[in-house]
């Protein structure tokens, strides 16, 4: 089987673990552990099929991982972001080089605006006195969608998938 179309069945199954962490996400404002792991666990099947090299390809991916895995922690202590969410993106930062992980950052961030505007909205519409609960893995699935369907998986690695 040639690398790219295991580069592209990996992205495929990357995509569904989106669309399965927003839907959870939604429906019970949770995204399982199992789902986050699962996307972890992948990366390094991905790495391989993508030709990466341990020095420096890997190496930066962990670099940019471990980086993401503070600030958001950071961010998780107080109170500004659910777990599963943290996990999610310090998942996905295992798969994306850094500039489509700043991609997907940026998209993350426009989406999880309008969410909260909409939601707040809403919030208000309906007189609601709870505290409002932000399905956030809706933003960041949208973000990570958003940069699967506008890569080209085959070009990323000019020279080592093929």
């Known amino acids: 089987m040639n690398s790219v179309t295991i580069v592209y ?6 995509a569904i673990a989106l669309l399965i962490a927003a839907i959870t996400d939604i429906r019970r404002r949770q995204i399982d552990n199992w ?15 993508s030709g990466l090299s341990l020095w420096p390809d ?10 993401t895995f503070a600030v958001l922690t950071g ?9 599963g969410d943290v996990k999610l993106l310090t998942a996905l930062a295992l798969w994306l080089p850094w500039t489509l992980f700043l ?3 940026l998209i993350m961030a426009l989406a ?7 939601l707040g909205m809403w919030h ?28 080209d ?10």
């Open 9 to 14: 069945g990996l992205v495929a199954g990357l």
């Open 35 to 49: 789902l986050n792991a699962t996307v972890a666990l992948a990366a390094p099947l991905f790495w391989w099929a």
């Open 58 to 67: 890997i190496a930066l991916q962990l670099g940019i991982t471990i980086v």
């Open 75 to 83: 961010l998780f202590a107080l109170r500004a972001m659910g777990g």
């Open 103 to 105: 991609k997907l950052l």
């Open 112 to 118: 999880g605006g309008v969410l909260t505007v909409v």
């Open 124 to 151: 208000i519409a309906h007189r609601r006195k709870d505290h409002l609960k932000i399905p956030y893995g809706v933003a960041i699935a949208l973000g990570g969608l958003w940069v699967i369907g506008t890569t």
């Open 153 to 162: 998986w085959a070009a990323l690695h000019v020279g080592t998938l093929g």
